[in-house]
């Protein structure tokens, strides 16, 4: 029986919590019990691809058995930034999250873009992961290896790696168990295992888990009902079988399947600033105060910020917004269909006009074959093949709109409100867009919809070499080819857009904004490395990995808005609107350092010294399409890599009842990836940065029944210097000498010269600052640029907080021969990024 209750307070970027737990007797990490010694238990891990004690790698490494994943209440991969120093979880915008080892995330866009810190599963690349979405169930043991380690496990993990390993059948008896959790939000989930030999050499495992929960966030509806979404409906199952062959042989093959059917959110409250200024000026939203029709400033020069309010999006400055001013349902340019609204002052409380859906479907099948060779050699084949899918949809603009469309040949007044109400495509007698944009039909007011998805096969196969010889010299070889095809799509619809193509005969496939981005990845590695034992105390080691990438995409641009003369032959966004785009990457990469077993050091039982330099990769790719008939940006973007230079130490303290491992660091980051939108599309570039820190873990086994974990990552990182950057929260570059304008045919922003503009606006020809960036008003004296470029150097890198802090103690009470009860609480703090 086990009863767990827990509190989550978000204070700030701090977090506590507080766990009660009532179980059968266990031991409290011992390893000793007849003796009571207090000496903490050891994880055996594979993160050097063989079985060795976590405090003899050379490596900053965390890993969590099943016992540490129950005792610090880790359920999923987003748990795991609460235990780990300079690690972090964040949910992104389009389909998946993303995960950050020491500043290290993946900050590029697009489906060729790869991630900068490897999911694994069984040591195996798991492209399109769900570990930060499904719940751990039955897993031996989770490891997380921070910085580069791209020699053994590849070209995606220039930030680290994060390997799940999951239990593999015990051959030596039969075990079964079994779950069930109830908890607040009505969730309730139950889990559990079976394990039966079958024989004396072979054995089946399987093991499965369900969760159902309400949603933590409330959506207020049109209709002014709420719901409850960020809810969870999720299950899976998995099976493995395997054992010994011969005495020199075994194997075990896995197969497993994922389902979710979620109303969980990318994103809850919008908290916006209202921009009041007149339109082309009005950006929806702003970040800065306003003064006239630009940015206040401070004594430098610099736009004074103002923090997020409860207000909503001016939607005279949006496209849907200008295409119903267009369109004559709204009475004309500058109205804003929000006008009044504001939203709840609850941050769990939001406004919208769908409720967000999720649902994912994931399918595995690995195998692994090992041979022992009589030579000490070891032979082990890794197969495996992956379908992963996933598909976000909900509110664009997450507000309900207050002014109501005019009664027009368009928006008939179909319900006898006394305003107008657009009925949809098809009752047009016009096709329906090709995926369900869920706008709500008929609508009497601007509605905004999204959906991101992303749907991918991925086979790999590694086989790899390894010695286990008695002298001085040992090493790893092997081979790794991946195969991997599928598409991201992201798209935005307009019922305003759609009236338009009522209206003016546009093609519906011109009616909705897409980035579709069909690709494939064939990928090949060969890599080792090589150890030598040069004293009993001291080791070299020696690695090295030749990666070649080789991507494609098709090019399908968005024809949002385009007339039916561009691309005149695609279907729904489906065609090509040229060649396919194509790069290829081949690097050597590689690392080199050594470690020492000091033996008893200082104020340490036993410690071991190591230092390694690295240089790791992550492949370039190739740009989301581009929308069409607008100013072209560049196909592709360049490989990243860091130079890592590390020092380390992992001690055992007080007799073994204590552990402390540190670690210190510098990168030096080059090309590292970012996004940003130009044109409707995200456009990745390469910058220049440098990354420093230190992390420290200590944990403590205080008496027989006090337990204490704690763990400390600080972080400096900064872009280097390089070529000014456009800033696309401020266009004008801090520069008060110019101001934001709108271009109402394409809502895209240009920057003019303040003085120019206001000339204009004293003009006789005011009108005409509407054409301002489409340069229609450059014979009256305006001169638009798209942005003035800043200097970012010396800026820090997005996902990089300065700071992270853990600290908790577990208390263990024996209550009788039967049960025992532990009490815990954690803190946890993460600084400003």
């Excluded at 004690?53 to 129950?70: R, W």
């Excluded at 780990?84 to 866009?109: C, L």
């Excluded at 849907?320 to 369109?327: C, F, S, T």
């Excluded at 020809?765 to 970012?792: K, Q």
């Amino acid at each position: 029986m086990k009863v767990t209750r827990r509190s989550n307070t978000v204070l700030l970027a701090g977090a506590s919590a507080l766990a009660m737990t009532i179980a059968a007797p266990a031991a409290i990490a011992q390893e000793d019990e007849e003796a009571n010694s207090r000496t903490l238990s050891t994880v055996v891990v594979t993160t050097q691809k063989r079985s060795e004690s976590i405090q003899d790698v050379p490596i900053a490494v965390s890993a969590f058995d099943p016992d540490a994943l129950e005792r610090l209440n880790i359920d999923t991969g987003s748990d795991l930034q609460f235990n780990i120093p300079n690690f972090g979880a964040t949910q992104g915008n389009f389909s998946a999250g993303g995960i950050s080892i020491r500043g290290i995330i993946n900050a590029a866009v697009g489906a060729s873009s790869d991630a900068a810190v490897g999911t694994h599963i069984n040591g195996v690349s798991a492209s399109g992961s769900t570990l930060l979405e499904t719940e751990f169930y039955d897993v031996e043991r989770i490891e997380i290896l921070r910085g580069p380690q791209g020699t053994l496990y590849g070209r995606n993990a220039t930030g680290g790696v994060v390997n799940a390993i999951t239990a593999k059948p015990d051959l030596g008896e039969f075990n079964a168990s079994v779950e069930a959790t109830y908890g607040e939000f009505n969730n309730q989930k139950l889990s559990g295992h079976m394990n039966v030999p079958l024989g004396e050499d072979f054995g089946l495992r399987v093991a499965g888990f369900a969760l159902k929960r309400d949603g933590y966030s409330t959506a207020i509806l049109p209709d002014g009902s709420e719901e409850d979404v960020d809810g969870r409906d999720l299950w899976a199952v998995r099976g493995t079988f395997g054992g010994d062959i011969t005495d020199k042989a075994s194997f075990w093959i896995m197969g497993e399947h994922y389902e979710e059917d979620s109303t969980r959110t990318r994103s809850t409250k919008q908290l916006c600033t209202k921009d009041d200024r007149p339109f082309p000026f009005n950006q929806g939203c702003v970040a800065y105060e306003t003064s006239g029709l630009g940015y206040a400033r401070d004594a430098n020069g610099n736009p004074i910020q103002v923090a997020p309010g409860f207000g909503t999006v001016d939607t005279s400055g949006t496209l849907g917004g200008v295409l119903a001013a267009n369109l004559g349902l709204f009475p004309a340019f500058g109205t804003d269909s929000n006008a009044g609204a504001t939203t709840s002052s609850d941050l769990r409380k939001f406004e919208t006009n769908l409720i967000p859906q999720f649902e994912a479907e994931s399918n595995t099948v690995q195998a692994e074959f090992q041979y022992e060779f009589d030579n000490d050699l070891t032979l082990t084949l890794l197969a495996s093949h992956n379908e992963n899918y996933r598909e976000f949809s909900d509110d664009y603009n997450k507000g309900i709109g207050t002014t109501k469309f005019g009664i027009t040949p368009l928006t008939p007044d179909l319900d006898g409100d006394g305003d107008g109400d657009f009925p949809g495509l098809g009752a047009f007698g016009l096709p329906n867009t090709p995926v369900d944009s869920r706008l709500r039909t008929p609508a009497d007011t601007l509605l905004a919809t999204d959906n991101s998805s992303s749907d991918f096969d991925t086979t790999s196969f590694e086989a790899r070499l390894q010695s286990d010889f008695d002298g001085d010299f040992n090493f790893t070889v092997g081979a790794l080819r991946l195969n991997s095809i599928g598409e991201t799509n992201y798209f935005v619809f307009f019922n305003t857009a759609e009236a338009l193509a009522v209206a003016t005969g546009l093609p519906v496939d011109r009616t909705y904004f897409r980035s579709r981005s069909p690709y494939k990845l064939k990928a090949f590695g060969a890599f080792g490395e090589a150890y030598w034992q040069a004293t009993d105390q001291l080791k070299w080691t020696l690695g090295l990995r030749y990666t070649e990438d080789k991507k494609r995409q098709e090019n399908t641009p968005s024809l949002l808005l385009a007339p039916g003369t561009t691309f005149p032959g695609v279907e729904n966004g489906f065609g090509q609107g040229g060649p396919a785009q194509t790069a290829e990457f081949e690097e050597i990469t590689g690392r080199f350092g050594f470690d020492y077993e000091a033996g008893p050091f200082w104020f340490t039982d036993d410690s071991l010294l190591y230092a390694n330099i690295a240089r790791g990769y992550k492949g370039g790719g190739i740009n989301p399409p581009q929308s069409a008939g607008l100013a072209s940006v560049s196909n592709t973007f360049d490989p990243e890599f860091i130079n890592s230079f590390e020092v380390g130490s992992k001690s055992t303290l007080f007799g073994g009842a204590g552990v402390l491992n540190l670690a210190a660091f510098y990168y030096d980051y080059e090309g590292y990836q970012i996004s940003s939108i130009v044109n409707r599309t995200s456009v990745n570039e390469n910058v220049d940065a440098t990354v420093k820190g230190f992390e420290a873990e200590f944990y403590y086994q205080v008496t027989d029944n006090l337990r204490i974990d704690s763990t400390l990552g600080l972080l400096d990182t900064e872009l280097a210097d390089q070529a000014p950057l456009l800033d696309t929260f401020d266009q004008t570059g801090g520069d008060p000498n110019y101001v934001v304008v709108k271009d109402p045919a394409t809502t895209q922003n240009c920057v003019a010269l303040v003085s120019e503009v206001n000339a204009l606006l004293a003009s006789p020809f005011a009108a005409a600052a509407a054409g301002i960036c489409s340069g229609a008003a450059i014979p009256l004296g305006v001169n638009p640029v798209i942005g003035i470029p800043v200097d970012v150097s010396g800026n820090s890198l997005p996902a990089a907080p300065d700071i992270t802090l853990s600290v908790g103690a577990e208390y263990e009470f024996a209550m009788n021969e039967s049960w025992d009860m532990s009490i815990r609480g954690d803190f946890y703090h993460r600084g400003e990024m």
